[in-house]
């Protein structure tokens, strides 16, 4: 089995592939992401020009794939149009909620001009923790500030403290703030 990198770097935002070439592989070709790279299995005979067609055709699909599994800011706005429906009352407006790259925060809100930002780390994970982090940050349109009508706010969904938990152990794991909530 041979290996030789087709695109080494991701250059042009283009995922790199690696050829994996097997004498034992007769005639499929395979394509699969691993670490962010795309492995393709061919099999050992397959002249290098027929390789790189099916380097591109693979990373199309895989490509494809990929953007079609990724959250988007229209998937967050309907969670989050369901979440105030259900424990807010539908009673909360905001002007826009999106992700955005923050490296220390899970999520954060301007009340006055009605800006909610979720960590663009957050789309991996689980539902009912990112379902936490809206009902955090769509609290915050009706409370500024993190006092006991916050929380009482907040702990209107159920998973508020088991949530809080999972996130306090992502951060330690990750050797993230020490801040009680990091959530803001």
Known sequence: MTT??????????RTPV??????RRRSTVSARLVDGVIELRVPSWMPPAERDRWADRM????????????????????????????HFDGRLSWSSIS???????????????????????????????????????LAH????GHGPQFWRLVNRYP?????????????HRAGGPDEPDPVD
């Open 18 to 23: 690696r050829v994996v070439a097997s004498p």
């Open 99 to 137: 992700y955005a790259p923050q490296r220390r925060r899970w999520g954060s809100c301007s009340p006055a001009a009605g800006v909610i930002r979720i960590s663009s780390r957050a789309a991996t994970l689980p539902g009912w923790v990112l379902d936490y982090l809206l009902v955090h940050e």
């Open 59 to 86: 990373r199309e699909r895989i490509e494809r794939r990929v953007r079609r599994a990724r959250p988007t800011d229209t998937d967050l706005e309907q969670r989050a149009r369901m979440l105030n429906r259900r």
């Open 159 to 171: 998973l508020t403290e088991r949530s809080r938990g999972y996130l306090m152990a992502l951060d």
């Open 141 to 144: 349109l009706e409370v500024a």
């Open 4 to 13: 030789g990198e087709r695109d080494g770097s991701s250059e042009n935002g």
